[in-house]
Structures are given as structure tokens and as C-alpha cells.
């Protein structure tokens, strides 16, 4: 067959992957990681971590190996991490969520929210409000459940809505708002007055909040707030969460949905048809870890935080102009003053002009806008300190 029909071509649209010649292309972190590997180049491209997390996280997935964790486990997920998965969200936000009914465990965050709009969206009139730039996957699966992405733009270099754009984008006709606080790939962390817009706008419009907060726990000034604590949220909101981020497993891939058992029910009737369920060993081992000391949350922020500044400082001085991240692993900087005309190109050439990666800021918008994010880079904090340090250094030779 030559022309292959089906679903998978609107998602690749969504994604911004068709080709000129309507092949799908490879998507832009999979382009710089092997030019990384081809140059040998530091990948500050795609965010994983280079290290091992807590060594009693690790412990725990090796015991349960041994111990015979290895077969399919409930469903909803194991009760000891559900229970540990509603503890954390009293613990640090006082959140009371039912381990049985509000909770669900999937195959990492992008399981999470694949399933949540498959199972919300109904239809080609449903929208799906989200910030624009955007986590790739948002706009891939917002295509595969047939609905309209209505971007809302994060304006450099704070990356901040305006509230009126914001207010124009959600209608009668919106299903979902979608937020991603602390946000990828801005390192934006959205203010009280945002959150609250948020919620009242849901509200007046009956949308469902659906909120990723994989970054909750790497939040550089202050507390992280999640929507469903605002008052009026709750009931109309899922929180969507994984160990990946706080743990640096990200290939466990282990991820939960928690809010109102009717919405949650609605996910797990879909999630249940996806991977049925996953990551048995690694679910007593994400339990352990959520039920890590205060001390544990606080270094890997204040880590991370160290790790911004050393990179922030070598961008600034190789000429970039750089946006202060305010949690999350990412920071961008605007090559216009090296000479960048397009990110993309700039990306590309920057490993043998610097022995660096990165990823170009217009991956994560819609084509039509592109344009207003021409010159912006996004860079990976998530690394060793010593390859942040010797990134630095070879970024500010560009200067």
C-alpha cells in the first residue's frame, strides 16, 4: 500500500511531523539526540536525567523483582501506591483523595493524559484550550480524540498568558483546559492571578481542568500550587503526576491520575483498553519513594536550582538572552544576537559550533506561530553537574 489511511496521519499533523512529501517525519528530539550521539556532543536536548535517583527507590524495584512482583497488577495500580499517591497529595497540599476511587495508576504521564482526553472528548466540536508552546504530546493526542487544539501563547521572556487571550480562547465549546504548571518547555510557573482565571473560567464555561504537574516537586520559589486546591476546583479537576521527574526514572514510566471519582472512573474506562497496566516491580518502588522524607524534595529543587544558574550564567555569557526559569528542568534563551534566524537551523549547527544540544522552541507550537518563536532554544538542566559545568564552558565560546 502506498498511501497508508488511518488515525495515525492527524495525529502526526497534530504533532507538526508531515513532511512536505506527507511522510511522517521523526519528531526533533529523536533528530538531536542522534546528532548527540553522531557528534558526541552534551545532550541538553531531551529531558532525562543522567543519574540514578534514590538509591531506597532503587532498592525497593530490586526487592520486588526478587520478591515475585512480577505479574499484572490491579487495574488501578497496587493499594500500597495508591495509598502512598493520596498521602503525598495531603502531605504537601492538603488535597484528601481516596486511594480506592480517586486514583489511578498509569504508564507515566503521557499514558495519563492520553487517556483523560480520549475519555472527555466527544467529538470534532469539543475544544482543548492549552499554552502555547506546548509538551508535544498535548497536540498529538487532542488530534487522535478528533478535537480542535485553541493554543493560548506564552510571550517571552516571561512566559506569562495574557488573561484576555486567554479569556477569547475558552467557550462553551472548550471540553478541557489543559495547564502544565511548572511548565514545559518555558520553566514557567504560572501566577495566583492565572490559576485563579483558570478556575473561574472553567467554571462559568463547565470545562474539566486537567492539570500535569510532572514537575511539582521542582519548583525553585516557593511551594508548587496545584489548580484542584483553588477553591471551586476539585470536583472539576484531574491532577496527572508521575515518578520519572521527582525520582529520575523516567523509563519506569510510572504515572497517576487522582481527582473526583466519576472523572477518574471516565480515564481508567479507557486507560484500562491502552496498556491495561504496567511497571509491577516498579510500583512498591515509586510507594518507598513518595513516602521519602521532606529533606529528599527539597535537595533535588535546590539541585536543580543550582544547576539553572550555572547554565543561566553560560548562556548569558556566550550572548544569548535568557528567560529565568522558575522550576522544571528547562531554560530558554534567545539566540537572536548570535546570529539566529531559525532555531532549528541554529540547533542543528550548534553541536559542532559548541559540542552542545538543544532543542528548538518552535517544536512546541502550532505552524502558524512559529514565527513568534523563531529564535528561541530550550536547554536541558537535568544533567550531572559536571557536564552543566562543562556545557557552560562550551557555550560561552560562541561568544
Known amino acids: 500500500m502506498q498511501d497508508i489511511p488511518g488515525a495515525w496521519r492527524r495525529v502526526a499533523a497534530g504533532a507538526g511531523l508531515i513532511g512536505p512529501d506527507g511522510t511522517a517525519a521523526p519528531t526533533i528530539f529523536a533528530e538531536m539526540s542522534d546528532l548527540a550521539a553522531r557528534t558526541g556532543a552534551l545532550n541538553l536536548g531531551q529531558g532525562f536525567p543522567d543519574e540514578d535517583g534514590p538509591a531506597e ?19 488501578r495500580g497496587i493499594p500500597s501506591l495508591r495509598t502512598a499517591i493520596a498521602e503525598h497529595q495531603q502531605r504537601f497540599y492538603r488535597l484528601t483523595v481516596d486511594p480506592d476511587r480517586d486514583v489511578v495508576v498509569t504508564a507515566g504521564a503521557t499514558e495519563a493524559i492520553a487517556a483523560t482526553l480520549l475519555a472527555l ?19 498529538a493526542c487532542v488530534a487522535l480524540a478528533g478535537a480542535r487544539l485553541v493554543p493560548v501563547p506564552l510571550r517571552w521572556p516571561d512566559f506569562q498568558p495574557d488573561l484576555d487571550a486567554l479569556r477569547a480562547a475558552v467557550t462553551d465549546r472548550t471540553r478541557v483546559i489543559l495547564v502544565n504548571d511548572p511548565h514545559n518547555p518555558t520553566g514557567a510557573v ?31 520559589d516557593g511551594p508548587h500550587v496545584p489548580l484542584a486546591t483553588l477553591p471551586g476546583a476539585w470536583e472539576r479537576t484531574l491532577s496527572i503526576s508521575s515518578a520519572g521527574k521527582t525520582f529520575s526514572v523516567t523509563g519506569w514510566k510510572i504515572g497517576w491520575v487522582s481527582g473526583p471519582a466519576p472523572l477518574v472512573d471516565a480515564v481508567l474506562a479507557v486507560k484500562q483498553f491502552l496498556t491495561y ?47 529565568r526559569p522558575q522550576g522544571s528542568y528547562f531554560t530558554v534563551a534567545d539566540a537572536a544576537a548570535l546570529g539566529a534566524r531559525d532555531a532549528a537551523d541554529f540547533c542543528r549547527a550548534l553541536p559542532e559550533r559548541a559540542g552542545v544540544v538543544a532543542i528548538p522552541l518552535t517544536a512546541f507550537v502550532t505552524p502558524a506561530h512559529r514565527s513568534d518563536y523563531a529564535t528561541l532554544v530550550r536547554f536541558a538542566a537535568c544533567k550531572r553537574q559536571d557536564v552543566i559545568d562543562e556545557a557552560a564552558r562550551r557555550l560561552q565560546t560562541l561568544a
Open 190 to 220: 504560572f501566577g495566583a492571578e492565572v490559576r485563579e482565571e483558570i478556575v473561574r473560567l472553567a467554571d462559568r464555561h463547565d470545562a474539566v481542568i486537567v492539570e500535569d504537574e510532572v514537575y511539582e516537586h521542582l519548583v525553585f
Open 121 to 139: 472528548i466527544d467529538g470534532p466540536d469539543d475544544e482543548v484550550v492549552v499554552f502555547e508552546p506546548y509538551y508535544d504530546s498535548y497536540a
Open 277 to 323: 497496566v504496567n511497571g509491577g516491580p516498579f510500583q512498591p518502588a515509586v510507594a518507598a519513594g513518595l513516602a521519602l522524607p521532606d529533606a529528599f524534595f527539597a535537595s533535588i529543587a535546590a539541585a536543580l536550582r543550582h544547576k539553572r544558574d550555572v547554565l543561566g550564567a553560560g548562556l548569558q555569557a556566550a550572548g544569548f538572552a535568557v528567560s
Open 57 to 75: 527507590v532503587l532498592e525497593a524495584a530490586r526487592a520486588a523483582i526478587a520478591n515475585g512482583v512480577n505479574q499484572y497488577p490491579p487495574g
